[in-house]
């Protein structure tokens, strides 16, 4: 009789526990061990942090997502199938690496990263987001007039393997227009949020000319991590034609102190290692604007 009520007690508490582990809002809009399997090359990361703390971005609906809805395919899939259209480093013949910034313009941040390229005369990537553009233009406009390279990072930080191929085209498409007017030239280079895009995207966007971009090193900056972890983290695949994911702008929660302190060390390392730093374009032997 006791071991009844002890289980009668007990019951209700576990399975309340077990529901909140089950409704416990993944920090990734996929599970990790379906990323890792399906994706493999640390397109697990991003910022999750963004969608959830920038009211002016749509999150990824992760409530509704069903792994059967989404048709992802794996990047080594895609470098082969869409070869030179999609890409997440260069050749290599070269000792050439290209540091990438995404999620940009942020007023916290990307004035900080731009100051110290400037101050170490180096030129990099920024993956920019048509929403924040069109509230900061002036920064947008800054990374151009000092050299820098600008890419299409969509409108509002979309998870692309949810979107409609009219939705993918609308998010690029708005961004494209925003970015032209700002930099004088039209972007070849996207950069998909979290990495992920759509075989059917890509081949629209092998179609229109552009080539999506995305890495083979992750800083894994966003988790707001200090600036030793983000080298160890970048030692780890850093090879001649490297990409390296970073970013220079994020939401309310997260702090890329890291990064801006990372950048100094990462760029001593390079000189030590006798690498280059270029920007994309320069790293793939490939004009970085369109038409
Ligand atoms: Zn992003």
Redesign the pocket.
Known sequence: MQRFLQTALILPVLLQLLASVIHTPSLYPYPMSHSAVQLGNGNKS??AA?DKNSTSEAAPRRKRYRKSSVRRVPWSVLQSRYSGSFVIRGSGGRKLVALTF??VPDPRYTPMVLDILAKHHTRATF?V?GSRAAKHPGIVKRMVREGHLVGN??YS?ALFAQASLAAYRKQITLTDQLLAKLTGYRPRFI?P??GEILPRQVEWSREQGYIVVNWDVDSED?KSIGSDKIMANIRKTLQPGSIILQ?A?GGDSQDLSGTVNAIPKLLRYLRAKGYQTVTVDELLGQRGQRG
Do not use: C
Request: aromatic share 18%; charged share 25%.
């Open positions: 991003e910022t963004l995404d999620d993956f987001l990072h969509s930080h950069r949020p979290y966003w970013h702008g």
